[in-house]
C-alpha cells in the first residue's frame, strides 16, 4: 500500500482506490479504520441491496495492495464534526449489521454520514430512478459498487438512518 499525504488524522475518510471502484472507510486512530464489511459468501451476480456489517480493522490489512488517500472532499459543503465524535459515532457501530444500498446507502455514504451527519457519494449517478429496470443503469452500478461480492436482489431498501447517527 502507499502512506497516504497527509497522514490520517481520527475522523478522516480513507478512499481506497479499488479496480473500477472507490471503497470508503472512517479513520478512527490507531491505525484503524471503520467500514462496511461485504458479506464474504454470495452466489454471484450484483448486489444492490442488502445487509453488510460494520468492522474495524487495521488500515494496512483492508487496504491490500491497493492505493488510498485520506479524501475529506464534502467537509466545505458539509462541516465535519469534532473528531472525538465521528469517532466515537463509528465504533458505537462496530459489529452492528447495516442495510447497504447501491444507490443511496453504499459505503461512502456510510462514511460521510459519521463524519458530517450528511450521507453522500458521487460515485453512483443520483439521478437514475429506482424504480426503472436496471440495464440502462447497470454498468455504471457495477462500477460503483461498494463490496467485492454481491448477490442479486430486487427489492427496495430505503436509505439507512441510523438512531445513534
Not at 18 to 29: N, T
Not at 58 to 63: A, G, K, R
Request: charged fraction near 15%.
Amino acid at each position: 500500500y502507499l502512506l497516504p499525504s497527509p497522514v490520517p488524522k481520527p475522523g478522516d475518510l480513507i478512499e481506497i482506490f479499488r479496480r473500477g471502484y472507490s471503497h470508503w472507510a472512517v479513520y478512527v486512530g490507531y491505525g484503524c479504520v471503520v467500514h462496511l464489511v461485504p458479506p464474504r459468501e454470495y452466489a454471484g451476480g450484483v448486489s444492490l441491496f442488502a445487509n453488510e456489517g460494520v468492522g474495524r480493522e487495521l488500515l494496512y490489512v483492508m487496504v491490500g495492495s491497493n492505493r488510498y488517500q485520506v479524501n475529506n472532499k464534502y467537509d466545505d459543503s458539509d462541516p465535519p464534526l469534532p473528531p472525538s465524535q465521528i469517532v466515537h459515532r463509528a465504533l458505537k457501530l462496530v459489529g452492528k449489521m447495516v442495510p447497504y444500498n447501491l444507490l443511496n446507502n453504499n459505503c461512502e455514504h456510510f462514511a460521510t454520514r459519521l463524519r458530517s451527519g450528511v450521507p453522500r457519494s458521487d460515485q453512483v449517478c443520483s439521478k437514475a430512478p429506482v424504480d426503472q429496470p436496471l440495464p440502462g443503469y447497470l454498468s455504471a452500478l457495477i462500477l460503483s459498487q461498494c463490496s467485492s461480492s454481491f448477490s442479486l436482489s430486487l427489492s427496495i431498501s430505503h436509505p439507512l438512518t441510523l438512531g445513534v447517527l
